[in-house]
């Protein structure tokens, strides 16, 4: 799962990268144009931790989330627009966050203004797959036998030109694979993580703002980057005590990482045995078959049958032969939707 964060500048779009991740990449402007910052994290999962304890494997694999800190959008002029590098690598993300300053600027004296940031991030993805249209439009003039694609381009000229994002627009299956290569940043999943200063950080998110989201329909997270950098500095015990006088339940990390399996639609299957215990992050609604190719190629090709026992049925019994005789653990077909916290055993044949 890989995240692109963008923002304009001074949005505190690195120091979220930082409380994310755990880095310390520097704030402040990237100095190397085109330079994006990358940091992965090993997905918390309780789980996993038992069945490693249970199973004792030689190798324990969390699912991973990998986040790209892009340069901010224009430059502290005031120039609010996404260059061509930023907006060709952000094409190579599963989603985008973008990050708005709720703040007072500490050097400018700048009172924040979360409507108009909003706004206008919205445009420069709307306008970057405006181009993108209006480009292949004019090529398909010169090709016969397009007339399809044509169609669903004019399509998708007329909801960007009405102000919408591709994402709220209903595709097919057919008609979202013809679209998958442009890379539109419009359709590409969006959450919002307002960064706010200490004394906000426990608040709610404010009325302009959550009219937007709401308009939008999309998700948003209230954060006080600096904080939660700090907090990420710190050994687990005093965390959680910084956090609970803060008036929080849960750092950014895991409070995102939540936010963002729902953003996708994303859960996770397991996998355990003496080998390795492992978790594996798949589109929700996904299939037995189309899960098993998440391991291996061959084991979807070859697939006979996915044993399956859910996790909390497992812990109750303690062994597939308990879960067996009590009726948990069965034997699942090609079409079995996977559930979060089915642990499977793939059968298959090459």
């Not at 799962?1 to 779009?13: A, C, D, E, L, Y």
């Not at 990050?99 to 924040?112: L, Q």
């Not at 292949?136 to 397009?146: A, C, H, S």
């Not at 497992?314 to 077909?333: I, P, T």
Request: negative net charge.
């Amino acid at each position: 799962m890989k995240v692109g964060i963008g923002g304009f500048p001074r949005s505190g779009k690195t120091t979220i990268f930082n409380a994310l991740t755990g880095q310390h990449a520097d704030v402040g402007g990237f100095t190397e144009p085109g330079k994006v910052h990358l940091g992965s994290i090993k997905v918390p999962d309780a789980r996993i931790d038992r069945l490693s304890e249970i199973f004792k494997p030689r190798k324990t694999t969390y699912a991973e989330m990998v986040f790209v800190d892009f340069p901010a959008a224009g430059d502290a002029a005031g120039s609010h627009a996404l260059d061509t590098a930023t907006l060709t690598q952000m094409r190579e993300t599963d989603a985008l966050v973008q990050v708005v300053c709720g703040f007072t600027d500490e050097i400018s004296g700048e009172a924040p203004n979360p409507g108009r940031d909003l706004a206008n991030f919205k445009s420069e993805l709307l306008l970057s797959d405006l181009v993108l249209i209006e480009k292949r439009l004019e090529r398909l003039k010169k090709e016969k036998g397009k007339e399809q694609e044509h169609a669903l381009l004019e399509r998708c000229k007329t909801f960007l030109d009405a102000e919408r994002p591709l994402r709220q627009m209903d595709f097919s299956g057919e008609e979202a694979s013809a679209i998958a290569g442009f890379g539109f940043l419009s359709r590409r999943p969006l959450m919002v993580v307002l960064n706010v200063g200490e004394a906000d950080v426990a608040g709610d998110m404010p009325a302009a703002v959550a009219e937007f989201l709401a308009a939008e329909q999309l998700e948003g997270l209230l954060l006080s980057g600096k904080i939660e950098m700090e907090i990420a500095a710190l050994e687990a015990d005093d965390r959680q005590a910084f956090l609970e006088d803060l008036g929080l339940k849960a750092t950014a990390r895991e409070r995102f990482i939540r936010a963002a399996y729902e953003l996708l639609d994303q859960i996770s299957f397991l996998t355990s045995g003496e080998d390795e215990v492992r978790a594996w992050t798949i589109k929700r609604g996904m299939t037995a078959v189309k899960a098993a190719g998440k391991i291996h190629s061959d084991i979807e090709r070859g697939f006979i049958r996915a044993e399956v026992v859910h996790y909390d049925d497992f812990v109750q019994y303690g062994s597939d032969a308990k879960c067996r005789e009590h009726g948990k653990l069965r034997l699942e077909g090609k079409d079995y939707v996977v559930r979060d916290g089915d642990i499977i055993h793939f059968r298959f044949n090459v």
